[in-house]
């Protein structure tokens, strides 16, 4: 069986296995107040043109989510997001859990628009009834989106610009962020999202990490005493060391883009096969997420020999699955499955 | 200027000022107990046939909501109201302030029915991703809704019914719950609403008195050290007789029933007069609250001698406003607003 | 039997119902935006020369301890108070339902000393495990404390001049205020404290008022969305012209400072009355509330005439015990307990 | 420089490192749900006696312990502890922002009495005003303690006896439970834990382990959905795996027993070592944490070769300073510790 049905299923790219190996009989201070997590966070930050920029790492999507939101808002204000962002429907309330409403609006392929925010900001700043509402105050967004989709430069910046006219805080979840800056339609770089945004993260667990979410607050205002927040989360590694060491890893000669530039590249190739094959896409795609509307029996065919998602039913005789390629596929994996998709 | 803008803008009906008066020098215990509130939990139970109720007495809506809330749930469920719900859209969050998610669905006149909430419920007892989502536990339920509509005794029943099939907690917001009894319309009573509910409440607020709602816990499982959430969540008043003074005096013979039903008969004498002067509802309700949608001239022609509430613009030319009686209506009042209506 | 044992045993004083029934049929913009809040504003404000405040009126001490609480700090900032203080012993937690810590410091006839606060602040400024502990952010000190005693005026400066210099806020809980500043002892006017800290509150339950404690945020930083605040925690009456009208007629003319000096002086000849028996203070208190130790039989002889409040067991043979007095202690009432204890 | 700072300055056994090397490019399923994670609860079990645990493995201490504190209580109960419990001092109020208050007790060399605890629950029990304060309901405490103290099976028996008499949980902090194990003073074995306790963890982090904590729930009552309650407070890791990878290789053969309890031998070379040159111990440890009060002069001294932790300052020439062994300790280490102590 050859898995496609997440990014996540194996552990972590050669090279930081090795870096681990290496570094194990060193001693290091703890909590994240090591050289690795320096050295990290420096080379990260050049791509970012953004030297005041805080950098942390964290462990997992879920934690850098709710942590950040934590420390954003104040008791009374909520978030702005894509009713199909990972914060609204996959992470078990832990934003509400913080305290704080989450407005989730109408999506489309997974995005929400410059309009919409403008819209909810605009509804509270001149409702008569402003303390019995929340106010909207952080608009979350997913680079890529749930469904691998990706928000062009213009469609980031409007939003952008209606985020400060409005003072509202951008934050991308980047769990996905290299799928996303390497995928043939991406238009903006790191260097964008970090000017564009207020903070963001670079995931790890998805892109070649055993764990890890590089977290970076360029807005300074969002930047002190972070190291408490993340304390009382439980976000805070012992061993931080760990974390720095993957990063660094992966971006000091930028495998971290070579190895999820490649991962887009296997899905196009699979992208195209199911178009070749007339098996309609149940939307546009152009990063390492893939969703087709398969008839039940080809998903019963494929389901033979692959691990994928299955996503959702269409009708009694189709169904929405997902094939998901990431830093551990293998050439040999996708010319099996495209194989496979053309003789289906 | 005549009022109709809401029903709680009068202090209170006079034979509660007087039990005021006739009580003040007198010396209670504090926090609750004390004789008034015993002996208005004996008034009205006789309407409940729950010899078991657990009854307290709170001060506000909100307050009631969140506590009830934050007492029946563990941090990772969830509750199912309206779009509508007052606590989805007009209480600063408080809800998930206290940690919970809200799932609110798209609602009909304010309401929302069995099969939506079983289908939600039905959606987590078959997700395979359980710990990923939050779990429905509570069914939030406002009578009349926020827009004056009546859930019939079926629709009830039908909830119910879903309820007790998947262990959700029935919660119904009766901030108004007078109005609603008091309805042409209404098909259930007080003793019906004590069947098919697990907690409830019995507003006074908008009903007659200075201030506070009596909450009525049917369900053994949610009365346990409920006094202790009321303090923790500042929903203890010190000297609680007043709001067993109220209570006592508004049901001991049937005041709170009777003023109740007699500002639903005046909101149908003004609906009514819309009707026949064709100005059509913007739904239709049988109790205190009417939203009509007029022309902009004629909300204008009416605000020279109304105090009324504006709810949204419906087009260029056209609005909805609603108009509320309450207990505090005078007949005088009512007739002057339909001899007005009659000569737009 | 006559009632020392609390000062919230009667309704209001009689020139408030009488303010009640005066206005009961007229109408009021709801949620304290109405012309007796802003009345009532504008008569503290004459005793504050803080033009600047800010001042809301909300229904009980205990939401009004966490409200402010949830709405000053963050969430790792902690809170320091006396470990007599209100908020650690008789909130069911209260604050920490809210998010957040309460370090307790020892105290000293409920008092805690500008010493310990400065020592608490400097620890977490010089800590090297900074983002390991919570940082204290506000002071929250009773006046008068829970056991009746008073901070002298070069106390509160100095105390003050601690919060100045680390930057923590200072919250004054005045439930008695009244009583406090009505002492002999005391040497702290409302202006002094309105210019020492930086919110603090008048109470009205225990003063004189149906209910209701009347907020004064002198620090600008604590003023903004305040009313969101109130909401979301449920301290926002519908009603709220029945708060302003109450402590409208406690200031128009002064009658808080006079129904609470009386009750003071009252409070004073108890006081008197056990010393001349040789009955002793439990502690030194100029206030309205008296602890003394008595003899378990002088006790129980006692409390065959009056009702007073059981603190604690002294030793097998003594007990401490409360007396209170309050704006509504009549004279003949004190001239009885004043005989009564002689005759022991 | 040698490190005797503390336990987790160190990467993991080597075995660990290769047992992470040898799976790597295995595919297993996310969240928890692996082979790995099966066989290592499995592994635990064979020690317990106690089938019917719930095993889960979380990343680090105070997300365990917040998490399982939030899942045990109910938002009015209160958490019990050493005024030097973990929770209490080093863990950023973590546990108050999720709600619950703690009431810390005053501890003698790191440890509680059941008689401090009885006296809390009791006192809780027998009030008269239940509803005004916090309902102790969950024991936190540390084996070994923060201090390297040991609770005896006699002390363990206690405390659990007052626990059931009183329906409290108790929760047994293990973060170094394999150096109180191994110590030769230890008269418990982790059967006897499972047995005393309702809930309890395996360090990891501290024990041999990159990161990860084993945590026990007994108590059956505490496990459903505790899965929920670790998604929303983000402790599930994606790759579950490499944390029951980890503790499988560590409990497969007793590896997690064996370097412990070397580590500890370590600690009473040094421990000799100290006592043999006449400087006192500032508590008697007989785990990896030895804590000693020496001459400032002497700490200079060692500070030229050894890293160890300043504790605090005793008096003007003396300081409180903590030597920790772990299982990365080699004894060429502990070899020239030793040797410089007696040269000392």
Redesign the interface.
């Known amino acids: 069986m050859i898995?496609f049905n997440?990014d996540?299923?194996?552990?972590?790219h050669?090279k930081i296995?090795e870096a681990?190996?290496q570094?194990?009989?060193?001693?290091?201070?703890?909590?994240g107040l090591d050289d690795w997590c320096e050295k990290a966070a420096a080379e990260i930050k050049k791509h970012l043109d953004r030297p005041e920029a805080a950098i942390h790492f964290l462990?997992?999507?879920?934690?850098v989510n709710?942590?950040v939101i934590?420390?954003a808002l104040?008791?009374?204000q909520?978030v702005i997001c894509a009713d199909s962002g990972h914060i609204q429907?996959?992470?078990?309330?832990?934003v509400?859990?913080?305290?704080?409403?989450?407005q989730a609006l109408p999506s489309v392929d997974g995005k929400i628009t410059a309009g919409q925010i403008a819209a909810q900001a605009e509804a509270y700043r001149t409702s008569c009834?402003?303390?019995?509402?929340?106010?909207p105050k952080l608009v979350y967004l997913s680079f890529p989106t749930e469904y691998g989709t990706l928000y062009s430069r213009q469609e980031l910046e409007a939003i952008s610009q209606v985020c400060r006219t409005y003072d509202l805080y951008l934050f991308i979840d980047g769990a996905r962020m290299g799928y996303g800056l390497g995928s043939p339609r991406a238009d903006v770089t790191l260097r964008d999202i970090a000017h564009l945004c207020d903070v963001f993260y670079i995931g790890g667990?998805?892109c070649g990490a055993?764990?890890g979410e590089a977290l970076v607050i360029t807005n300074p205002v969002l930047q002190p005493?972070f190291?408490?927040?993340?304390?009382?989360?439980?976000?805070?590694?012992?061993?931080g060391w760990?974390l720095g060491l993957q990063f660094y890893t992966l971006f000091r000669d930028g495998l971290y883009f070579d190895i999820t530039r490649q991962a887009d590249q296997y899905a196009m190739q699979i992208k195209q096969a199911f178009q070749e094959k007339g098996i309609p896409a149940f939307l546009e795609s152009f990063t390492n997420q893939q969703f087709v509307v398969v008839e039940n029996s080809q998903m019963e065919k494929l389901a033979q020999h692959y691990i994928f998602e299955f996503d959702h039913k269409v009708d009694d005789t189709h169904s929405c699955i997902r094939f998901c390629t990431s830093w551990?596929t293998q050439p040999q994996e996708v010319a099996a499955l495209v194989a496979d998709i053309k003789a289906l």
């Not at 462990?59 to 934690?63: A, L, S, Y």
């Not at 429907?89 to 832990?94: S, Y």
């Not at 509400?96 to 989450?102: D, L, M």
Request: glycine share 10%; charged share 15%.
């Open positions: 898995r997440n996540y299923h194996n552990g972590a050669p296995l681990l190996m570094t194990n009989t060193e001693s290091y201070g703890g909590y462990i997992g999507g879920t934690q709710y942590t934590a420390a104040r008791p009374y909520s429907v996959h992470e078990t309330g832990a509400e859990n913080t305290g704080h409403k989450i009834v402003q303390e019995h509402i929340t106010q667990t998805k055993l764990f005493d190291r408490s927040y993340m304390k009382q989360n439980g976000a805070m590694l012992a061993k760990l551990s």
